[in-house]
C-alpha cells in the first residue's frame, strides 16, 4: 500500500474519531455539572446530580463518606454498609442520588466505587503497565518496524 494511501487512512480515522468526542462532549449527560453545583450549590437543591470525587473521610457506623472533587466537599449519606468498610480515604467513587444544599449532602441511590485506595490503584496501574509491555513485546517478537516503507513487516520478510 502507497504511503500516501496509509496517511490518508490515518487521517480519516482521526478525523472520524475526533467527530466522535465532539458529539459525545455535546451530550447532556451530566445535568448539573459538578462546577455548576459548586459555583451555587443551593439551585440545585432536591435535584439529581451526579458527583465524581475522592473519599475524604469514612464515617462507618452512619454509613456515610465524605467525598470532594475538588471545588467541593459533599457528605453522601445512605450508602451500602458493605461498600462503606471497602473504602479507605483517598479512594475515588461515583454517586448519583439527591442533592441538599444546605448543609452540601447527597443522599446515594447509587454509589459506585472506581478505586478503593491507594494499593488499588498501585494494583490497577501496575497491571495496566505489565499487560501493555506484555502486548508490545508479543507484537515486536513477531515484526519488526519498516522506517523507510512506514509500516509493519514480519520478521522472516526482508
Known amino acids: 500500500m502507497d504511503t500516501r494511501h496509509r ?28 462546577s455548576d453545583l459548586a459555583d451555587d450549590p443551593p439551585a440545585y437543591d432536591g435535584e439529581r446530580v451526579i458527583m465524581f470525587g475522592t473519599v475524604q473521610t469514612i464515617d462507618q457506623e452512619r454509613d456515610a463518606v465524605v467525598v470532594s472533587d475538588g471545588t ?21 467513587i461515583q454517586v448519583a442520588g439527591t442533592f441538599q444544599a444546605d448543609p452540601s449532602t447527597i443522599t446515594a441511590d447509587e454509589v ?35 522506517v523507510r516503507g512506514f509500516r509493519f513487516v514480519s520478521r522472516g520478510e526482508r
Open 7 to 34: 496517511l490518508l487512512g490515518i487521517l480519516v480515522l482521526l478525523v472520524v474519531t475526533g467527530g466522535f468526542c465532539v458529539q459525545f462532549a455535546m451530550a447532556d449527560v451530566w445535568t448539573p455539572s459538578q
Open 72 to 92: 467541593l466537599e459533599v457528605r453522601v449519606t445512605d450508602v451500602d454498609p458493605e461498600t462503606v468498610s471497602g473504602l479507605e480515604p483517598g479512594g475515588e
Open 112 to 146: 459506585v466505587v472506581d478505586i478503593e485506595g491507594s494499593s488499588d490503584r498501585r494494583y490497577v496501574y501496575g497491571t495496566s503497565i505489565l499487560g501493555g509491555l506484555l502486548a508490545v513485546a508479543a507484537f515486536l517478537r513477531t515484526w519488526r518496524i519498516d
